[in-house]
């Protein structure tokens, strides 16, 4: 309950100082002067475009690109992966090289395509030869990730590894016992369940692991349709 409570507080905290860092407002008013949300492909354009140019921290000095993300404004999934590597660097774009070839084929498998998704990262500019990100870093870069889940509103958050798991769920446990759970945590106020995963980067140094991250792709397979009723597909 402690834990609950001191995660929701810390995620207000982030949204509204994550708002009042957008370039532009953040809300809109209707013709009668009421508060109207905006829709969320305009939301995330401003989020990208703060990440864009974000000096928060010190890996804005080495970065190439700003990784804000990228995929269907509306998504009922999104996936959370650690940081942009050398190639996610370069083109600007979240998991496009090795292990952005495996998650491109482990969504395929539940019949998802990355198009119809969206795929963001705990970190938006990667941190010098792949190290570990630094948790003052990640403090920072928190408050684009609760904006990016507040203006998508994702049924299901599949969390990709340790970072991105331990920062959504404010907990210093480990993945694998975490993910081992066979759970999922209801999040952003119970509109989301997350369900915390190994990394595809794990999967190629150890394939033994990607017999458990299939049960969790059946999981999210099953926990999007009981969510959207007919997304995705069935399996055979
Ligand atoms: N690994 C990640 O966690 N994210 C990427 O975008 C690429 C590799």
């Known amino acids: 309950m402690r834990e609950e409570l001191s995660r929701l507080v810390s995620d207000l905290k982030d949204t509204l100082a994550a708002e009042r860092d957008l370039p532009t407002g953040a809300h809109f008013l209707t013709p009668r002067g009421e508060p109207r949300r905006p829709k969320a492909s305009d939301t995330l354009s401003r989020i990208g475009a703060a990440v864009m140019v974000c000096a928060r921290c010190r890996l804005s000095r080495t970065r190439c690109n700003a990784v804000p993300g990228e ?37 395929k498998a539940i019949h998802v395509e990355r198009e119809e998704i969206f795929i963001g990262n705990a970190l938006k500019c990667r941190p010098p030869q792949n190290r570990d990100p630094a948790a003052d870093e990640l403090a920072e870069c928190r408050r684009y990730l609760m904006m990016q889940i507040a203006a998508i509103r994702p049924k299901v958050i599949l969390t990709l590894g340790r970072v991105s798991t331990q920062l959504l769920l404010q907990t210093s446990q480990g993945v694998l016992s975490l993910r081992g759970m066979q759970r999922p945590f209801p999040y952003h106020d119970g509109e989301a369940v997350l369900l915390p995963s190994l990394h595809p980067a794990y999967l190629l140094r150890n394939p033994a692991a990607k017999r458990d991250v299939w049960e969790d792709l059946k999981t999210v397979h099953r926990l999007l349709r009981e969510a959207t009723g007919d997304y995705p597909p069935p399996l055979e």
């Open 71 to 107: 995929g269907n404004p509306e998504s009922p999934l999104l996936i959370v992966g650690e940081a942009p590597g050398a190639e996610e660097d370069r083109q600007g774009r979240p998991f496009v090289g090795k292990a952005g070839d495996l998650l491109t084929k482990m969504l």
